[in-house]
């Protein structure tokens, strides 16, 4: 997620490239981007665009999922095997955790311009979403 276009800069060689670290960005220029938003988009007005969208997709996700757990879990609403509703159950769960720990991160930094869940999210965030 630490994008930059030149990899021959003199960071810190213990630090990523466009490492953010207490609200400033060490060895970064114009030509350069750090993972603050989506890769250029700079007008306000596309941003908030596309975090409108993402917010709509995390609360649809938010509803549904929910709508399929308390239907199988307290309602117990579909009538197939067991093994089948765990799986339905796995695939809600699984769809919650992405909605929050992707859309919902993507969304809030659209929104505020930077990347504002620190490098802890920022390394993480990539093996929830891919793994």
Known sequence: YYITNNLSSTATRNQPHGYIDSGRTTNMNSNQFSNSTLPGIS????????????????????????????????????????????????????DLIMSLVVVMTQSVSLIAGKWVFGPGVCYVRPYISFY
């Open 43 to 94: 007008n306000t007005a596309e941003r908030f665009t596309w975090a409108t969208w993402l917010m709509t997709v995390f609360l649809a996700s938010l509803v549904g999922d929910t709508t399929i757990l308390i239907a199988s879990i307290k309602y117990q609403a579909f009538k197939l095997h067991p093994v089948i509703v765990i799986f339905i159950q796995h695939i809600a769960v699984c």
